[in-house]
């Protein structure tokens, strides 16, 4: 069992930044991909960057460019850096893991977090 718990959420004008982050316990030795989803209101849950325990890195089109996935496996801690926010980035993030090598399909994943707040204000 692996457990996760995110931080760092907040609110930002368009064009800023903010980073969030995800601190995960337990059986980490098991994990081989930890990702980040989101969800806005009345959307479901989209999928937004995955880094594996090797260090590849995956981004949905939205986000590409813009946003920075990173860990640190001595920390257990995964990062999502969000530059140039867009009203539209307003979700809630959620990170979740996986003990298999997956890339955005939501199911695949099988520990979650509770999620933190971002909202971009125009």
């Known amino acids: 069992q692996v457990q996760l718990v995110e931080s760092g959420g907040g609110l930002v004008q368009a064009g800023g930044s903010l980073r969030v982050s995800c601190a995960f316990s337990g059986r980490t030795d098991s994990l081989r991909t930890v990702g980040w989803f989101r969800q806005a209101p009345g959307k479901e849950r989209e999928f937004v960057a995955r880094?594996?325990?090797?260090?590849?890195?995956y981004y949905a089109d939205s986000v590409k460019d813009r946003f920075t996935i990173s860990r640190d496996n001595a920390k257990n801690t995964v990062e999502l850096q969000m530059n140039s926010l867009k009203p539209e980035d307003t979700a809630v993030y959620y990170c979740?893991?996986?003990?298999?090598?997956?890339?955005?399909?939501?199911?695949?994943?099988?520990?979650w977090g509770q999620g933190t707040q971002v909202t971009v204000s125009s």
């Open positions: 880094v594996w325990s090797g260090g590849s890195l």
């Open positions: 979740a893991a996986s003990g298999l090598f997956v890339a955005g399909d939501r199911s695949a994943y099988d520990s």
